[in-house]
């Protein structure tokens, strides 16, 4: 008797194509801006990013009064909001999506790469108790492997969370689908998939090391 495997559709991957979205981007990308540039760039591109990510957040309809007349207005159903930062650089990207989503809780995931074993290791996480009714955001600027971007999701998931957003500034080809193979179930968001991965793991053209452009370490 033949079995019926049920694959589940992909999630699907979103390029923001929107103008404004595009030319943040390539200030970003351009050496030349400043880390203060770089910041604000970066801070401003999150909030459009947030503004994707939530398209897909439910509403209910409620009667309300307008200084004119009686009508039936839509609100946000309550669906509570988790951002979750991958260390450090994620970090970037929280100012801005946290301007439009000011009520989210915010989640923080540590993870490097062990020298021998190549596996993602754990330094550090924090979330809140109530991951499993929250929508996730998680966020990293860059989508370079995938390795660290599937690591995190999966500790997401190990501690309940059930529905999952992945949003990035960039990503590779190689990060998309590794994510993809891994989380089948997780949207990506980004606003480009750059050419390729280089052989030190940058992705190309790109944008250079986020974290150090983001806070100056470089
Ligand atoms: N991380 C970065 O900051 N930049 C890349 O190009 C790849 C990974």
Do not use: W
């Not at 370079?144 to 190990?158: F, Y």
């Amino acid at each position: 008797m033949s079995e019926n495997v049920i694959t589940p559709p992909s999630a699907p991957v979103v390029v923001l194509d929107h103008p404004l979205v595009q030319h943040k981007l390539t200030r970003l990308r351009q050496a030349s801006t400043s880390t203060a540039g770089f910041r604000r760039l970066t801070r401003e591109i999150s909030l459009l990013m947030a503004y994707e990510a939530t398209r897909d957040l439910p509403l209910e309809t409620v009667e309300i009064e307008t200084p004119l007349e009686h009508m039936e207005g839509r609100l946000l159903s309550g669906k509570k909001l988790c951002l979750v930062s991958i260390l450090r650089a994620g970090n970037g990207i929280l100012d801005g999506m946290l301007d439009l989503l000011p009520a989210a809780r915010v989640g923080h995931i540590g993870l490097f790469r062990d020298p021998e074993s190549l596996e993602p290791v754990e330094y550090y996480m924090k979330l809140p108790e109530d991951i499993d009714v929250r929508v996730c955001i998680v966020v990293d600027p860059m989508l370079a492997t995938g390795h660290s971007a599937a690591a995190a999701i999966d500790r997401l998931k190990t501690a309940g969370a059930r529905q999952l957003v992945f949003v990035c500034l960039l990503a590779a080809p190689e990060g998309v689908a590794f994510l993809s193979a891994a989380h089948p179930d997780v949207k990506i968001i980004t606003c480009s998939i750059d050419r390729e991965l280089d052989e030190h793991g940058y992705i190309r053209p790109g944008l250079g090391d986020a974290g150090d452009r983001l806070f100056g370490t470089k």
